[in-house]
């Protein structure tokens, strides 16, 4: 199947002359959601990943079924001030001004090794803050997996520049 | 293994009086979390369950491993403003207030049958909510499953009353 034909493009959202890729389209097909969640998995069938690191909220949604299928511990990052014990915090740039993400500190044992999921990476803000927070609390973060890339806005090269193989399913060009 | 230990509780959170019951360390626990998750779709093995939906956010974790097990689509119920497309809201009551939900109206297709999934039933506003928006768009609810009920609360009462069935792994009494 083509995956990409599964993502709802729409236009002008959030704002004018967005192209936004809607992914839930995607999800709600049973086999499209099979065909990107296997797809995810594949690299590390018979590795050892410790644990899925699932971005919030739609990293969630993949980072649990990939986690489930590599029988690999799930472990949110989240908006600052949802999560309820002990956190390290770290701020990431958006389009206008920033923003903090949290992880519990004890959410990873030294030297774990670890696979971070997200939907889509863009300019890979959000995913250099992650792995920046997880090598923090001694994660060895393996690879960054996402389903959409879109690399006209250089993300992908970004993140593998700070030494972390990424994986994507599907590019869109001229977002 | 006993998932009721790999709960957290931390008392006084998020203000004095509450003992929250952190999930993240069930989660994070490779074992407990494929013990949930299987338990989650168990009664569910071979029966037709054409979505399973997760409610935001923790519900996405859950949701999207039981989907992807039960090669389901995935359908995510988001805080008013995150989704995309076309929707319809609900408004919910909370412990001050009320707050609204969403979902895309093309999310589900009349006769579809929903196995609805969140991490936790407290007093089930949040559910009974979720049920009703999934019923105005023509999805047969045929189950809600949560890993913690908090039975003094009533919330699996109160979903029962609505002719849906309730499943849960672990009980907390005297929340």
Chains 1, 2 share one sequence.
Request: glycine share 10%; proline share 4%.
């Amino acid at each position: 199947m083509r995956l990409a034909e599964t993502v709802r493009t729409i236009p002008h959202y959030p704002k004018k002359g967005i192209l936004f890729r809607d992914i839930t389209t995607l999800l709600g097909d049973a086999r499209a959601f099979r065909t990107a969640v296997d797809a995810l998995v594949q690299p590390w069938a018979g590795a050892r990943i410790d644990k899925v690191v699932g971005m919030e909220a739609r990293g969630f949604i993949l980072g649990g079924a990939v986690a489930h299928q590599l029988s690999a511990g799930f472990v949110p990052i989240r908006k600052k001030g949802k999560l309820p014990h002990q956190t390290i915090s770290m701020a990431y740039a958006l389009e206008y001004g920033v923003d903090e993400m949290e992880i519990h500190s004890d959410a990873v044992t030294k030297g774990e090794k670890v696979l971070l999921i997200d939907d889509l990476i863009a300019t890979g803000g959000t995913a250099e803050g992650a792995i920046k927070l997880l090598q923090k609390i001694g994660a060895e973060v393996v690879a960054a997996a996402f389903v959409i890339d879109l690399p006209d806005l250089g993300g992908a090269k970004k993140i593998e520049a700070l030494g972390v193989p990424v994986q994507s399913l599907i590019a869109f060009e001229g977002h």
